[in-house]
């Protein structure tokens, strides 16, 4: 019969759902008066970033993003994997510093939105027919990527 691929729907899910469910949030102005709202959307935008990270979208974003890092380490003579794990420290710290405002801005959402790839791709591998596999990412990263990082 052949070989038959089998996505995961769940990621798909949460995907959808999260975007979605933020954007009803986004529309209510009495959410919006509410002092801390601002963990509302970007909690959904994380959750929604990183079902990403697990479905085909996410492992074309990936690697893409290690193509242009490898791309900009081949040009500079350095690792294409050292560029993108300071993208990811400096969107990491920018991230928290701009939501020390109390504030969730469109670029800190984005990158809330987009770290969980780069995670994946700074991981290097991980990247699976299926999608990013960000579990799997995460795992690989904590075992073999701080050795990396450090040295």
Known sequence: ???????SVGPWVIFIGALWFRS??????????ASFFFVVPAALTFIAGAAMA?????????????GLANMVGDSSGSEGQMWLALLVAGMTIGVII??????????ELRALFLLPTLFVATGGGGISGEGSQLSE???????????????
């Open 1 to 7: 019969m052949g070989d038959v691929l089998t996505y």
């Open 24 to 33: 009803l949030i986004m529309k209510s102005q009495r959410a919006r008066k």
């Open 54 to 66: 697990e479905i085909v979208i996410g492992e074309w974003i990936a690697r893409a993003a290690q």
């Open 98 to 107: 701009g939501l020390s405002d109390f504030k969730a801005d469109k670029g």
């Open 137 to 151: 990412a995460a795992l690989r990263l904590a075992s073999d990527g701080l050795s990396f990082l450090v040295t």
